[in-house]
């Protein structure tokens, strides 16, 4: 049965790796997306390249870009943080200091997803200790772009950003203790690490932000779901009780 397990997670993990390969391949080739989309992508310094490639040997290969001033972090010192990965989902990173270009290859496919996700939390400016929960498999990273808030101006995005981080962090902070999650800031994204549920309610309380609710109200309205899970996980321990 253990061996079912693993062939069907495997399984699901190629499947998920084929589908990111085609929603990147829709993308180019769908007309709706301009040149200077494109350009500003790059420009932001983060993209994934989604190329997953096959050899004969089943080796598979994952091809993403990361911004410059990340690359020093996600090597970590002396190569600590790049080996761990490499250890933890048992594939190999090759990492080009200088463009960015980082290539992921191994025969594992659920490790080399794992590790696509924990390099993109990194890129978007997680801590590596915090991106590595990436690898539980209990945690997921979901991501917002600030684009959809706002016109793509530097004075837009300074006013979102302040929105979300509020005064010496307050805002980021509160949502964070609320919904026991990781939140960062960076770029035109803003990006959430947690359990799921939880990051379903951060991911909510920030388009609500974004969107121009007053704090009170999302505060409020996040205390109100907290108070709710609580309320939940006592009932449930009642009942295992008796």
């Not at 101006?153 to 962090?169: N, Q, T």
Request: aromatic residues 6%.
């Amino acid at each position: 049965m253990k061996k079912k397990a693993n062939a069907m997670e495997k399984e699901i993990a190629e499947e998920k790796m084929e589908e990111d390969a085609d929603e990147n391949e829709d993308i180019i080739n769908d007309g709706s997306e301009s040149v200077e989309s494109d350009e500003q992508e790059i420009d932001d310094g983060i993209e994934d390249k989604g190329n997953t490639m096959f050899s004969e040997n089943r080796e598979f290969q994952y091809e993403l870009k990361v911004p410059k001033d990340r690359v020093a972090v996600l090597i970590g010192v002396k190569g600590a943080v790049k080996r761990q990965i490499e250890e933890t989902t048992k594939n190999r990173l090759k990492i080009d200091s200088k463009e960015g270009d980082v290539v992921i290859k191994g025969k594992d496919a659920i490790g080399l997803y794992n590790a696509k996700e924990v390099i993109k939390a990194i890129a978007r400016g997680f801590n590596p200790d915090v991106a590595q929960l990436l690898l539980k498999g209990d945690h997921v990273l979901e991501m917002i772009s600030m684009r959809d808030y706002a016109a793509d101006s530097k004075k837009a995005m300074i006013r979102l950003k302040g929105r979300v981080i509020g005064a010496e962090g307050k805002s980021r902070k509160t949502i964070e203790f609320l919904t026991e999650s990781y939140i960062c800031v960076y770029g035109k994204t803003i990006s959430i690490i947690g359990l799921p549920e939880k990051v379903a309610y951060a991911r909510k309380a920030i388009e609500s932000l974004l969107a121009g609710s007053p704090h009170s109200a999302v505060y409020r309205w996040l205390e109100k779901k907290r108070a709710e899970e609580k309320r939940a996980e006592f009932r449930m321990d009642n009942k295992f009780a008796e």
